[in-house]
């Protein structure tokens, strides 16, 4: 089921080029195949137009905080969702930088092929920034997709700073949500499934 428009927040006003090579979904923060709003929309977009899918997670060497810890962290997950991917059908495109700034570029030519280009929707870290920034640079659609939690975040009204203000709102907004809940595992249409050359090599 795709996920409703309180989930959703086009980044800038560039249309969909429909004779686009494929929909590409940019998985930033929410990385994983299953359980997933913006890779539930990304499909469906890909099912709309008739083009294939193409999942690109990246890592970067220079990111606040990078450690050993956190790369092998990421690392281990993209070996999972490779893993997924070749299961499901999916065009997965993991990149990890060799050194830092050797990807600079990278995701803005990918776009260049794009139809419209969906990524996750977090407000913290760099994800607001990197998402500003692409959506700037593209030439086409960017929509980014809230799959923080069951309930979306744009329900939740203001900040709060207490459990006892925000609770009320997630019950007014639950059952809604919980109906629009993601799918545990993404019905993958035939055109989504056609395969893709990636235009540099994956990280193995």
Known sequence: MPPPGTRLRPLNERPTRRAGDYVLYWMQASRRLERNHALDHALGCARELGRPLVVYEGLRLD???ASR?????VLEGMAANAAQAETLGLNYWPYVEPAPGAGRGLLRSL?????????D???CFVVPRQSAALARQAEV??????SNGVVPLSLLGPPVSAAAHLRPRL????AEAW?????????????ARRRVAPPFAIWR
């Open 171 to 174: 019950h007014r907004a639950f």
């Open 111 to 119: 776009t260049r092929r794009a139809c419209l280009v969906v990524t």
């Open 141 to 146: 659609a960017l929509i980014a997709v809230d």
């Open 63 to 65: 990111y606040p905080w």
């Open 179 to 191: 109906s629009h809940r993601p799918a545990a595992r993404p019905r993958i249409p035939e055109a």
């Open 69 to 73: 810890r956190l790369h092998r962290f």
């Open 121 to 123: 929707d977090y407000p």
